[in-house]
């Protein structure tokens, strides 16, 4: 079987990770990569190691024949082009937070802007670990945004099965590498900028991602009490590492809980008793890990990592292919 697939929004980091991931697919004819500044360019002056393929602006992408395409564009930008694809006929993954959310007004609330497409909505949401099931065989599936992937891989199981303390925070202290900024120059992102230094931004209740996170726990059976997230800039390239604090009812039982929800996940991994998460678990791999530590008291502290482009991303994205087409979920992916 060969899938006729194309992306939009190919030179940005996400893309070209995915255009490296969908080249080595077995399954997948890449047909189209587009970009509305380097258009007529190949796809190698964006990346040495890219195709050697000429990008096209947006207008002129051919979906006529075309089985998939892969979105990977700004919110706002991505459901308009999803829409038009589907009404081709034409699957869509999309990397963007458009259609991520299942109510437009919550949408609106964070993104300050009304929905592009709201007649689309509700679409699947592609994180197999936690709904598989929904995205076999699905016409359009939205892809998780990087910081929701790793804290919900380290919350999930708990919400799930009811161990988290009624009442009591759900504290995520989050650490990502620069890439998630995106590759558009910004002052802050500027190596002098960044190396050497550490910060935080978008604490208290305002990071979007929060938006993701909070509509999927509320499906696995909702918190009572407060979610505090605070993401930090690392002055590395890549990578994520959320460490989550709960209060949980019983210690024992809570670690049974992701043993059980991830015994069938084959990318991601759930580290024994003394081992803790690191970076160096997951950098440039599509999979994820997740470490358990007793706090003090009934305190149970997740480390939750995972690659900000790969399974925060692009890989991911991969996933979710494999499993919209019924193939083995880790087609094309390297998962040692």
């Known amino acids: 079987m060969s899938i006729q697939v194309g992306v939009y929004g190919a030179t940005g980091y996400t893309g070209l990770e995915l255009i490296r991931l969908l080249a080595q697919h077995p399954q997948v004819d890449l047909r189209f990569a587009t970009s509305e500044h380097s258009a007529g ?10 195709p050697d393929l000429i990008l096209v602006p947006a207008a002129d992408a051919p979906l006529e024949n075309m089985d998939c395409v892969f979105l990977c564009l700004p919110h706002t930008k ?6 038009l694809a589907l009404d081709h006929g034409v699957r869509v993954i999309d990397l963007s937070a458009d259609l991520r959310i299942d109510d437009p007004a919550i949408y609106e609330q964070w993104y300050k802007v009304p929905h592009p497409a709201p007649d689309l909505l509700p679409v699947p949401f592609g994180l197999p670990e936690l709904g598989r099931k929904a995205l076999i065989g699905a016409r359009c599936i939205a892809n998780p945004g990087c910081y929701s992937t790793a804290v919900l891989l380290g919350t999930a199981p708990l919400v799930r099965h009811g161990h988290i303390v009624p009442g009591t925070p759900l504290i995520i202290d989050a650490k990502s590498g620069v890439s998630g900024a995106g590759r558009t120059p910004k002052t802050h992102i500027l190596f002098c900028e960044i190396h050497g230094n550490f910060s935080p931004y978008s604490i208290g209740y305002a990071h979007r991602h929060l938006a993701e996170v909070e509509q999927v726990l509320a499906h696995e ?4 009490g407060p979610v505090v997230f ?22 024992d039982a809570a670690r049974q809980a992701f043993t059980d929800t991830y015994a069938d996940a084959p990318l ?27 706090g003090p008291g009934n305190v149970l502290i997740m480390v939750s990592v995972i690659d900000n482009l790969l399974k925060g991303a692009s890989s991911q994205a991969v996933q979710n292919f494999n499993l919209m ?4 979920e880790t087609t094309g992916l390297t998962t040692s």
Do not use: C, M
């Open 41 to 50: 360019q190949s796809l190698r002056q964006s990346s040495p190691l890219a």
């Open 78 to 83: 991505s459901a308009p082009l999803a829409a």
């Open 221 to 224: 059976g909702g918190l009572t």
């Open 230 to 251: 605070s993401p930090h800039l690392l002055p590395t390239d890549r990578g994520i590492l959320a460490t989550i604090y709960a209060q949980v009812n019983d210690q």
């Open 268 to 294: 991601v991994t759930v580290l024994p008793p003394g081992e803790l998460a690191t970076l160096a678990h997951v950098i440039r791999t599509p999979r994820a890990a997740v470490s358990l530590t007793a």
């Open 325 to 328: 087409w019924a193939l083995p």
